[in-house]
């Protein structure tokens, strides 16, 4: 069954900085543990993130350096969830489903203009050999979760429960530590480098200009965190949102 709820930890646009989404993400983390809880029979044991999902288009022309989000209108862009779908929807492009392992073929082929994954996920798969730009906009953190079945996690004694416990935390913060930097090598290499881990994409880098952070927060507050509040259907969902996730965006959600 799905969780809207769950869905909320991770809105498409809504956060772009990483260590605003920890915060974030911790404070949402009650609302999380209990929907494992009752829709799931899970214990939540720990979250973390990878590395920002961004966009990644083929236009064309690297050496074009004035891209804005309304350059992206009409083009059809690789998603992999409702919330991207969303913002996609939201800067009036078209969102297509693409399995991750079909996107470069896609792109070469024009199946698909952009894609979004995260920075490491795009240079790894060699993404730079088949588009010319990286979008820096931050469409979500790949939000993941660890978790045991309730039976399972009842079954074992305290001592084995406080040995798995007491490893989560230390593994969280390395997790976290792991993200952030994967998260700027991913940059760097996608981009003119330095590139550590092998010969840099040479993709031409856009950072959002007032404009765009304008059309962002108005995209993730109007279209993508409005849709959400419908999918979440209730005033307690989206209280609990608020409270937390929304008030450390900025954001507000409402039915």
């Given at each position: ?92 492009a ?19 203009d ?65 993200t ?15 590139c ?59 039915l």
């Amino acid at each position: 069954q799905d969780s809207p709820a769950i869905e909320g930890a991770d809105l498409a646009g809504v956060i772009q900085d990483i260590d605003v989404y920890r915060e974030a993400l911790e404070s949402y983390e009650p609302i999380i543990r209990r929907e494992f809880q009752e829709k799931y029979n899970a214990k939540l044991l720990m979250l973390y993130a990878w590395p920002s999902q961004q966009l990644w288009c083929n236009l064309g022309d690297r050496s074009k350096s004035n891209v804005t989000l309304a350059d992206l209108a009409g083009k059809k862009i690789r998603t992999y969830s409702t919330t991207l779908g969303d913002f996609i929807e939201g800067i009036n492009a078209s969102a297509v489903t693409i399995a991750f392992a079909e996107v470069v073929p896609a792109l070469q082929k024009g199946v698909a203009d952009c894609g979004i994954t995260g920075t490491m996920p795009a240079y790894n798969a060699k993404w730079w050999q088949v588009v010319t730009h990286n979008v820096r906009v931050r469409l979500g953190y790949a939000s993941s979760f660890l978790a045991m079945n309730n039976k399972t996690w009842n079954g074992l004694d305290k001592e084995g429960q406080a040995a798995i416990m007491g490893q989560m935390q230390p593994l969280t913060e390395a997790m976290w530590v792991a993200t952030r930097a994967n998260d700027a090598r991913g940059m760097n290499c996608n981009a003119q480098g330095p590139c550590d881990i092998g010969e840099p994409g040479n993709m031409t880098p856009i950072e959002p200009n007032a404009a765009d952070k304008a059309k962002l927060k108005d995209v993730a507050e109007n279209v993508v965190v409005k849709r959400w509040a419908k999918r979440c259907g209730t005033q307690t969902c989206i209280d609990e949102w608020n409270a937390t996730v929304g008030k450390l965006s900025g954001l507000k959600a409402s039915l």
